[in-house]
């Protein structure tokens, strides 16, 4: 059975410090890993998805890496900003026929001004 | 476009009550998904539909019926509401295009049974 899980469960930071967040999975047999926000009282919000074959992605600030044989990946924020403060989720893609995700719990990031 | 939308926000219901979850997109996706999500345990699948007409068990399918009522809608049904489904509900669309699919998710809906 696939399991995702998300380290540290919170983290808090100043400012313009870079970051990593970290996403391990169980099952290497993965069609892709998906990065999410989520703002508190608030919707998914989609940031990066990397398809199997890949081994990066990047969008603006943010970089997402997977490493499928370790089943890792990590989300690299660079440049921190307080707008940046939410919880950020990762999922893994099961199942080619059915689009089936398998989330981590997330990480509380704080951004502190 | 609206993307992914839910109804209702919020609700309350006592134990053994039955209610519905609306949801609906405009993007014309195939597949659609209800998930609910509780502190400390993440997102977990409900049901899914993966595409027009059939609808399928996920992770936790006890004490839900779903509804794909067309292409645009997929339905949440409580027959028979317990506190343990209190919980944060999300629904979510997704488009299998080989190569490039991801879901996108609507607000939630959060659902306290007393």
């Known amino acids: 059975k696939q399991e995702v899980t998300q380290i540290p469960a919170a983290l808090s930071v100043p400012e313009g410090e870079n970051l990593v967040l970290n996403c391990s999975f169980t099952?290497?047999?993965?069609?892709?890993l998906q990065w999410f926000r989520q703002d508190p009282g608030k919707g998914l919000t989609s940031l990066l998805l990397?398809?199997?074959?890949?081994r990066e992605q990047t969008s603006g600030r943010l970089n997402a890496s997977l490493d499928k044989s370790s089943g890792r990946s990590t989300l690299y924020i660079a440049a921190s900003q307080p707008g940046d403060s939410a919880t950020y989720l990762c999922?893994?893609?099961?199942?080619?026929?059915?689009?089936?995700?398998?989330f981590g719990t997330g990480t509380l990031l704080a951004v502190q001004p | 476009n609206a993307g992914v939308t839910q109804t209702p926000k919020f609700q309350v219901l006592k134990t053994g009550q039955s209610m519905t979850l609306q949801c609906a997109q405009d993007?014309?996706?195939?597949?659609m998904y209800w998930y609910r999500q509780d502190p400390g345990m993440g997102l977990r699948l409900i049901y899914y539909?993966?595409?027009?007409?059939?609808?399928d068990k996920g992770e936790v399918p006890n004490g839900y019926n779903v509804s794909r009522l067309n292409k645009r809608e997929f339905s949440l049904r409580l027959e028979s509401a317990a506190p343990s489904q209190t919980s944060v509900y999300f629904c979510?669309?997704?488009?299998?295009?080989?190569?490039?699919?991801?879901?996108?998710f609507g607000p939630g809906t959060r659902l306290t049974v007393l």
């Open positions: 979510a669309s997704g488009r299998l295009v080989t190569g490039f699919n991801e879901q996108f």
């Open positions: 099952d290497s047999a993965i069609y892709n």
């Open positions: 990397i398809q199997s074959s890949q």
């Open positions: 999922a893994v893609r099961i199942g080619g026929a059915t689009n089936k995700l398998i």
């Open positions: 993007m014309n996706h195939n597949s």
């Open positions: 539909s993966a595409s027009e007409g059939t609808t």
